[in-house]
Nanobody
Framework: QVQLVESGGGLVQPGGSLRLSCAAS????????MGWYRQAPGKQRELVAS???????NYADSVKGRFTISRDNAKNTVYLQMNGLMPEDTAVYYC??????????????WGQGTQVTVSS
């Protein structure tokens, strides 16, 4: 069974930084794209950033220049370094990964979510 486990959320003041991590575990052949989404209260879930296996990245316009996504393929882990945090970044952040499991069909898996709150 494939699982994604996130960590690193919390409360931070405006202008501060946080680093989110998401590790994939279980039995799988390959992990393809990995990414971070977020959902603020009353809003739809939106893509924050994504990264392909060989490092090609994509960012939402609202986080360009402030957030950096990276991955460690040896550890099956994706990271999101968030700098210059603003109150509008407050949301539950979800990890997502396109995984080809040993048992079952290739598909997108989600983490449980981690709360990020930016407030003074």
């Amino acid at each position: 069974q494939v699982q994604l486990v996130e960590s690193g959320g919390g409360l931070v003041q405006p202008g501060g930084s946080l680093r989110l991590s998401c590790a994939a575990s279980g039995n799988f052949f390959s992990i393809y794209a990995m990414g971070w989404y977020r959902q603020a209260p009353g809003k739809q879930r939106e893509l924050v950033a994504s990264i392909l296996t060989y490092g090609i990245t994509n960012y939402a316009d609202s986080v360009k220049g402030r957030f950096t996504i990276s991955r460690d393929n040896a550890k099956n882990t994706v990271y999101l370094q968030m700098n210059g945090l603003m109150p509008e970044d407050t949301a539950v952040y979800y990890c997502n990964a396109d995984i080809n499991p040993v048992v079952g069909r290739r598909g997108h898996y989600w983490g449980q979510g981690t709360q990020v709150t930016v407030s003074s």
